[in-house]
């Protein structure tokens, strides 16, 4: 997928919320706010694919021991991800469910996508992350 082509993706999704946006920015970044739910794109030059992010949680400091491997376990355990899979960003301390895209997808596949990334994103950042914190905190 070049970057042409991810960003007229990034458009159609946009305009389809009544939301017209630039897409990506020149470095290849863009983001929404749909209801409740956070989407982050991220176009990868090198290997020519879209991600596409749904935010679980951005903690203040890095994730106490135990934290991530709770997350990883309930992907594991087969807690629905909306087709994404967990994805800890280092550099702004979150937590996504992130899948990505090498080939241009159908305009309705991909918001059927988009809405399945974003509603898994709902149940992990309330269901989940209670359930891993009283595992990993005892509370």
């Known amino acids: 997928m070049t970057f042409e082509e991810a960003q007229r993706v990034v458009q159609a999704f946009m305009n389809s919320f009544k939301q017209p946006s630039e897409g990506l920015n020149a470095q290849g970044f863009g983001g929404a706010v749909i ?25 203040r400091d890095a994730p106490k021991p135990g934290v991530l491997e ?17 994805d800890y960003e280092v550099e702004n301390k979150s937590l996504f469910l992130s899948r990505y895209y090498e080939q241009v997808p159908p305009q309705e596949a991909f918001q059927e996508d988009m809405k399945k990334l974003l509603a898994a994103s709902a149940v992990w950042s309330d269901e989940v992350l209670d359930r891993v914190a009283t595992r990993v905190f005892g509370k």
């Open 70 to 86: 709770g997350f990883q376990a309930e992907e594991k355990a087969g807690t629905p991800t909306g087709g994404g899979a967990v």
């Open 35 to 59: 209801g409740d739910g956070q989407l982050y794109f991220e176009y990868h030059g090198k290997t020519q694919r879209l991600e596409t992010s749904a935010l679980i949680h951005k903690f």
